[in-house]
């Protein structure tokens, strides 16, 4: 069982992250971020100056030693004000740090986990296609290997972060596509060469780390940039179902919660100061009860984030509680910022309040990092529920 007190560096963590958030994010820049959908660089890397980005990796390569909770809090913490810059923190720390640390080849980690550490490395997932969503061993991209290169051709579809990111962690097929699980392999791709081409897609939330369409057409990309190198040609389902997948299930979570905090805040505080009938409206019982509901369902949401974590961190990942997790915590996350919107009344809906951001934010949640009807089936598959 999790130790229910948490230890004093997640405090000083904590407190260091909300100093950060309250000189460098503020709220008006955050929306700004939003309406143009732009990744705010310059707040990303005076974050790395904080030693975050290492928060994934191990001393010997720079980082600060892999530890999920402050992970899952630094998530938690920068997704409260603005996804613009937790989404690239979990390109750098999770995509980039955790899948390198697990599958990349002695030289990769060498030369690629001091520079995520440093904040100079972020990747983009490039898994999902026009005809690929759940089920991701289907996908068509293909990997082709000649000589000394790998050449890909194919497309991606919301690839997030594809513009701003140094590789794109691009699941291909390395054989046959009959085989399904069998002959993928995941590449690393620079944005950058020839024959990649990068469209946006105008999403309803999640702006910064704009999601997009990514073409290849003939991409020469260097044996060495398989991920596991020659050892990890045809590996990349196991690669895929690896346990950052798991710790993925739980980035998604702590965005969610981290949104639904804020909501929470900003309708607790709105409900103080909004008169009708000639009394604040937190006065009314319904709205009363309303809000206790709310921090009741994010003071769960939260336990059971910090003990999913709590058993990553312990090396013992249970795949069912983090399915449960992600699955609870959107889900939650999801009521708690659309009860919120409530209690904004006609506020709620309109863009000069932060809710409305929210609302967005919070309804993909529930889609991405595997879909809840997905997590359901895993619950239930993995419980032995008889088919
Ligand atoms: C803003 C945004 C950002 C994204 N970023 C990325 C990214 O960076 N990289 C990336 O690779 N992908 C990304 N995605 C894609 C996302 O992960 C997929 O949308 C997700 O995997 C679901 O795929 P799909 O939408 O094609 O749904 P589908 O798989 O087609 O599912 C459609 C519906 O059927 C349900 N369903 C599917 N299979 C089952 C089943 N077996 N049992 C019951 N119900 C089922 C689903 O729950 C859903 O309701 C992003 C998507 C969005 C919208």
Not at 121 to 127: E, H, N, R, S
């Given at each position: 069982m999790v130790n229910i007190k948490l230890p004093s560096h997640i405090d000083q963590l904590r407190s260091s992250l909300r100093r950060f958030v309250d000189e460098h994010m503020p709220r008006e820049e955050a929306a700004r971020w939003d309406k143009e959908n732009t990744f705010p660089r310059d707040v990303f890397d005076k974050l790395s100056a904080?030693?975050?980005?290492?928060?994934?990796?191990?001393?010997?390569?720079g980082g600060s030693g892999r530890d999920i909770l402050a992970t899952l809090v630094t998530i938690e913490e920068l997704s409260k004000r603005s996804l613009a810059v937790s989404v690239p923190y979990i390109m750098a720390a999770c995509y980039a740090g955790m899948n390198v640390l697990e599958c990349g080849s002695p030289?990769?980690?060498?030369?690629?986990?001091?520079?995520?550490?440093?904040?100079k490395?972020?990747?983009?997932?490039?898994?999902t296609?026009?005809?690929?969503?759940?089920?991701?061993?289907?996908?068509?991209?293909?990997?082709?290997?000649?000589?000394?290169?790998?050449?890909?051709?194919?497309?991606?579809?919301f690839c997030s972060g594809a513009e701003i990111c140094d590789y794109i962690y691009a699941l291909v097929r390395t054989g046959d596509q009959a085989a399904r699980y069998e002959n993928l392999s995941v590449v690393l791709i620079s944005p950058k060469l020839p024959g990649v081409e990068i469209r946006p897609i105008d999403s309803m939330g999640m702006k910064g780390a704009r999601t997009t369409d990514v073409t290849f057409i003939d991409v020469k990309v260097p044996v060495e940039m398989i991920v596991g190198e020659a050892s990890g040609i045809n590996r990349g389902w196991s690669m895929l179902t690896s346990a950052g997948l798991d710790v993925e299930k739980l980035e998604v979570a702590a965005i969610a919660l981290g949104i639904a905090e804020a909501a929470c805040d900003d309708a607790w505080d709105y409900s103080?100061?909004?008169?009708?009938?000639?009394?604040?409206i937190s006065t009314f019982q319904s709205l009363r009860h309303q809000l206790a509901d709310m921090r009741t369902q994010l003071h769960a949401a939260r336990l059971v984030t910090y003990h999913a974590a709590h058993r990553a961190d312990a090396d013992r990942p249970d795949r069912v509680e983090t399915?449960?997790?992600?699955?609870?915590?959107?889900?939650?996350?999801?009521?708690?910022v659309l009860d919120a919107q409530t209690i904004l009344g006609a506020y709620g809906y309109v863009r000069d309040f932060d809710l409305e951001r929210y609302v967005r934010d919070v309804l993909l949640m529930p889609i991405i990092g595997g879909s809840s009807a997905v997590q359901r089936n895993n619950i239930a598959n993995w419980l032995g529920l008889a088919r």
């Open positions: 904080l030693g975050v980005m290492g928060s994934t990796i191990p001393e010997e390569y030289r990769q980690k060498a030369e690629l986990l001091p520079l995520v550490a440093a904040g490395m972020l990747f983009a997932y490039g898994w296609e026009a005809d690929t969503g759940a089920d991701l061993a289907s996908v068509k991209t293909k990997g082709t290997i000649a000589g000394d290169h790998i050449v890909i051709n194919g497309a991606k579809r103080q100061q909004r008169t009708q009938f000639g009394r604040t399915s449960m997790t992600k699955l609870f915590v959107t889900e939650t996350a999801r009521k708690v």
